[in-house]
């Protein structure tokens, strides 16, 4: 969704501004800005479209100054134009601001501000914000500021300059992250940390209904009724290097390649003397009977596999929902009931509002998350962290494959717990999950030509589709939204044995059906699909053990994985060369995978 920046101090503005928005861009985007504060005034450049054509105008028009804001937009109220575009002014020109997240009430302050004479120039509602700023403005921005967040329903960061307040940048946030960098008599605000390098060394992160004004000096924070608030800073621990690609051509190869360093990190990371150890999540894990998991997208793929491993594991009874859904049901709970909010970002609106939802009724929430400053992570009672590292490219990989370890990992604590798992019992399964980096690091070396070679043949097919049953239907699920999302091509997950109720009318000798075949209690069931589909043409690609006669006789293509000593980690080494299928699929159709269209990395809006 939408990136904010912001730098005031020594350097020149607009060249630490557009760092900092490439750093955003992953966050998806279609149009991008900035205003500079100098001699009295505020310049403003706009540009729609990707941020080369924002860097082009500032070649040719260049905006000097050492105070600034800066925004990539991701289109809500009003098309990618280069009017929608923020930085947003008031009309004299004397207050600019960038915004994330929504006005619910806009149309209702447009209405009472265009009757006091202002004249909107944008279809988006972040132009009531300057109009509304500016009519309560006498000379104390924060008093502005803090009387027109007083009037803004919804969710919102924002960043504020003033013409006549040179080297101050005044901020506030209510449901959308803000954070504040300090650098060497410099200060710097981004809605995500990578934007705060390299010349941040230090973080706060704006607390909830907090306005900030920041100076090359310092911070000053107050919450919205205007009592202060102490400016917590903490070192910033991850690197420049750890989000830039490396060698690779994009955030996604780099990514999908960290897989195995990922999982060895997870899973050393709850082992003591050879022994599990619990996170500290402040619960009694012997208590809880039922579960509830909330996710969206892949997120919600990787707790399709972590309800298997509970209810096979732990005997707990599981349930697994969709966060837009659960949120606006009236879910039932009792005094054993865990949520669980399963989240890359930890920004996720929808998974953010189920997380509220279900500690308003005082359900505990662990929240399982890659990024450990997020909101998500701060809000629930417990937290699980992914340990993942950055992950900047919009299709979730090691995200996805450190989600299911860690629900692994929490299945078998529950277990622990519960007195249902026996000394041996943990040593095999820790054993099985201690053989997952490796075997992963096989797989994607194993899969690759084949990968490669079957995209070459099937980047033109129009659709495609993957079956699988047990744990691989999640793969199946997964599989698919990488395809879509990154290489545009209709695909559709089902669970194998459904196909024939129906999907099956799709098979053509020009569909592409990936049947996901480990060797488990169910790849008798799934020879049987294979057949069904090569009775009917289809193009047939197995995901499947390397060297297996049987799938082999019967497929187009066979991409080969590593097995598992236990079959419930399959899932995990199933999804790698599909995630490698996606990529490549994505390159020869000329997608841009890091980026795809009309999408966001952090979806912070209903
Ligand atoms: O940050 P989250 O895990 O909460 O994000 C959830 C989904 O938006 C995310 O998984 C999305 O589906 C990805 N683009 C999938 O690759």
Redesign the pocket.
């Known amino acids: 969704m939408c990136g904010i920046a912001g730098y005031t101090g020594p350097k020149e503005a607009d060249s630490v501004l557009t760092v900092a928005l490439e750093r955003l861009k992953y966050r998806g985007y279609d149009s991008a800005g900035l205003a500079v504060l100098a001699e009295g005034d505020v310049g403003i450049r706009r540009a729609p479209g990707k941020l080369k054509n924002l860097s082009d105008l500032l070649a040719a028009k260049p905006l000097r100054g050492h105070t600034g804001i800066g925004h990539t937009r991701w289109a809500t109220h009003g098309a990618p134009t280069e009017c929608n575009a923020h930085p947003h002014t008031s009309n004299d020109g004397k207050v600019a601001v960038v915004h994330n997240g929504i006005i619910e009430n806009h149309e209702h302050l447009r209405r009472e501000l265009t009757a006091k004479g202002c004249i909107f120039r944008s279809e988006t509602d972040t132009e009531t914000i300057p109009h509304l700023i500016a009519s309560l403005y006498t000379g104390d921005p924060l008093a502005a500021i803090r009387a027109a967040v007083g009037r803004l329903e919804g969710s919102y960061s924002l960043a504020v300059v003033f013409a006549d307040k040179p080297g101050h940048i005044y901020a506030a946030r209510q449901a959308s992250p803000l954070l504040v960098g300090k650098g060497k008599r410099e200060m710097l605000l981004a809605s995500d940390l990578p934007a705060l390098l390299p010349h941040a060394h230090q973080v706060c992160y704006l607390g909830e209904g907090e306005i900030a004004d920041l100076t090359p000096e310092g911070i000053e924070l107050w919450s919205f009724d205007g009592t202060p608030v102490t400016a917590a800073f903490a070192p910033i621990e991850i690197t420049a290097e750890a989000v830039s690609k490396g060698d690779f051509d994009s955030f996604m190869a780099k990514e999908i390649a960290e897989q195995p360093t990922v999982l060895a990190r997870l899973v050393d990371s709850r082992l003591r003397a050879g022994r599990l150890v619990e996170p500290d999540l402040g619960l009694d894990l012997k208590a809880v009977n039922h579960i509830v998991f909330l996710?969206?997208?892949?997120?919600w793929h990787a707790a399709l596999l972590g309800k298997r491993f509970l209810e096979a594991l732990a005997r707990v009874h599981v349930e697994v929902d969709i966060s837009s859904e659960y949120r606006y049901r009236n879910p039932i709970a009792s005094g054993d009931t865990l949520v669980v909010a399963?989240?890359?970002?930890?920004?996720?609106a929808d998974?953010l509002a189920g997380l509220r939802l279900a500690r308003a009724k005082f359900i505990p929430v662990v929240g399982l998350v890659n990024v450990v400053t997020s909101t998500i992570a701060r809000e629930s009672s417990g937290m699980m962290p992914l340990l993942a590292g950055p992950e900047i490219g919009?299709?979730?990989t090691k995200?996805y494959t450190a989600q299911v370890m860690a629900m692994y990992l929490f299945a078998l604590q529950v277990a622990k717990a519960k007195g249902l798992l026996s000394l041996a019992q943990e040593e095999s399964a820790i054993a099985a999950a201690l053989l997952i980096p490796e075997l992963a690091a096989r797989t994607l070396a194993l899969c690759e030509a084949e990968v490669a070679e079957a995209a070459d043949l099937f980047a033109s097919a129009h659709a495609t589709v993957f079956l699988g049953r047990g744990g691989e239907h999640a793969t199946a699920l997964e599989g698919a939204?990488?395809l879509k999302?990154i290489a545009y091509v209709h695909a559709v997950g089902y669970p194998a044995g459904e196909f024939k109720h129906g999907p099956i009318a799709l098979v053509t000798n020009q569909l592409p059906v990936v049947c996901i075949c480990p060797k488990d209690a169910m790849y008798e069931k799934m020879l049987s699909n294979l057949q069904e589909v090569r009775a009917r043409a289809g193009r047939i690609i197995v995901v499947g053990e390397q060297g297996d006669r049987a799938l082999q006789d019967l497929s187009d293509h066979l991409f080969p994985v590593a097995t598992s000593a236990d079959h419930m980690l399959q899932p995990l080494l199933s999804i790698l060369p599909l995630q490698r299928y996606a990529y490549h699929v994505a390159r020869r159709r000329d997608c841009d995978v890091d980026q795809p269209r009309n999408?966001a990395?952090?979806?912070t809006v209903e």
Do not use: F, P, W
């Open positions: 996710g969206c997208g892949t997120s399963i989240s890359q970002s930890g920004e996720t998974t919009v299709a979730s995200a939204l990488k999302e999408l990395k952090s979806v």
